[in-house]
């Protein structure tokens, strides 16, 4: 099982690279308010599951099975967050931060079951387009 953290990573680095930001230890350190050497650590970790190619002072990038770990939890935060806004009518304002609590414990096979039960949305209740699940 893949921890909370480690999917967390993958994620800010795939909004990181979507928004078109650099992906490095710097970009990364600012997004989710974490100590740059704390950054560089889950890097070097992430890199050794060969999510990612990670060299120190270099940007960084994915590796095809991390860019597909990383996609597919957008895809879930994403869904996730309709899901709560317009099923459960939970207020905008706090979907995003249920999303991030709920999207590590949706399986592939609920997802998607969601995703064809939202009528298979291409944006999320921000804007934001839901990658291919693929």
């Known amino acids: 099982m893949v921890s909370l953290n480690k999917e967390n990573y993958m994620r800010a680095l795939y909004i990181l690279d979507e928004e ?3 992906l490095t230890v710097t970009n990364v350190s600012k997004y989710l308010h ?3 050497p704390s950054v560089s650590e889950m890097m070097k970790n992430l890199d050794d599951m060969k999510w990612i190619v990670y060299n120190k002072y270099s940007k960084i990038f994915f590796t095809r ?3 597909l770990i990383a996609r597919k939890l957008t895809v879930k935060h994403r869904l996730i967050e309709i899901f709560l806004k317009d099923t459960l009518k939970v207020n905008i304002k ?10 590590h414990a949706v399986s592939d096979r609920v997802l998607i079951k969601l ?14 387009v839901i ?3 693929k």
């Open 20 to 22: 078109g930001n650099a």
């Open 34 to 36: 974490i100590s740059k």
């Open 65 to 67: 099975k991390g860019k």
């Open 94 to 103: 706090e979907v995003h931060a249920e999303a991030d609590k709920l999207e």
């Open 115 to 128: 995703k064809k039960f939202l009528g298979n949305p291409i944006k999320d209740p921000h804007g934001k």
């Open 131 to 133: 990658p291919d699940g």
